[in-house]
């Protein structure tokens, strides 16, 4: 059964739009989130991170959003740019401090940004 | 700085063999954790080494094994192949300390017939 879901296996966007990607989890001892990028080929790449003690972080175009009573998270990219298609990775853990790398993976989304 | 090399890339066995996947970290990394990814099932935990030693595993039988050297590099070996083993297995690497990210090799494409 699949503990980290994400329900939308693709997403297209117009360049310079906002892209937004969802993630919903089942266990509630998940405490550290993370977001991968992943072209093909290739093996994932980190984007950004977030603890349960936060329900927002920022870096540059990618914000992270964490809604703990929900058990939801979501990626916002603005704007977003033809670079950023790929297969986008939602993974959890229990461990807040980032410390644990068994980490539990979402299936991905894959988005395509068009000119 | 180079980045996590696993090797080879691709690797086309048969039943019944056992096959032996290569990972050299991020020079200063000491911890090193395997992950399969499939189709179906997306990417799950093996296991994960730390100072030759292992420090955490996932759910798979016990033909799935590894181990860390002294220079941090891991192997990792399966063993009586089935065709059900088919997968990318990726090798990512991290340095000590709280929140550092993982970071992912190429991956290793492995073909069981």
């Known amino acids: 059964d699949q503990q980290v879901k994400q329900n939308s296996p693709s997403l297209s966007v117009q360049e310079g739009r906002i892209s937004i990607l969802n993630c919903d989890y089942t266990n509630s001892m998940f405490d550290y989130f993370l977001w991968y990028k992943k072209y093909p080929a290739e093996g994932p790449t980190f984007l950004i991170s977030i603890s349960s003690i936060k329900d927002k972080n920022e870096d540059g175009r990618f914000t992270v959003f964490l809604n703990k009573s929900a058990k939801h998270l979501s990626l916002h990219i603005v704007p977003s740019q033809p670079g950023d298609s790929a297969v986008y990775f939602c993974a959890a853990s229990e461990d807040n401090a980032g410390n644990n790398r068994k980490l539990i993976w979402g299936l991905g989304t894959s988005l395509g940004v068009n000119p | 700085k180079a980045g996590v090399t696993q090797t080879p890339r691709y690797l086309i066995k048969t039943r019944g063999q056992q096959v032996t996947l290569s990972c050299s970290p991020i020079?200063?990394?000491?911890?090193v954790s395997w992950y399969q990814q499939t189709p179906g099932q997306g990417l799950q935990f093996l296991f994960e080494?730390?100072?030759?030693?292992?420090?955490n595993k996932g759910n798979f039988p016990g033909r799935f094994s590894g181990r860390q050297f002294s220079n941090s590099r891991s192997e990792m070996n399966v063993s009586t192949l089935e065709l059900g083993d088919s997968a990318l297995y990726l090798c990512?690497?991290?340095?000590?300390?709280?929140?550092?990210?993982?970071?992912f090799g190429n991956g290793t494409r492995l073909t069981v017939t």
């Open positions: 080494y730390f100072s030759e030693t292992q420090r």
């Open positions: 990512a690497s991290s340095s000590p300390g709280s929140g550092s990210p993982l970071h």
């Open positions: 020079s200063g990394h000491r911890s």
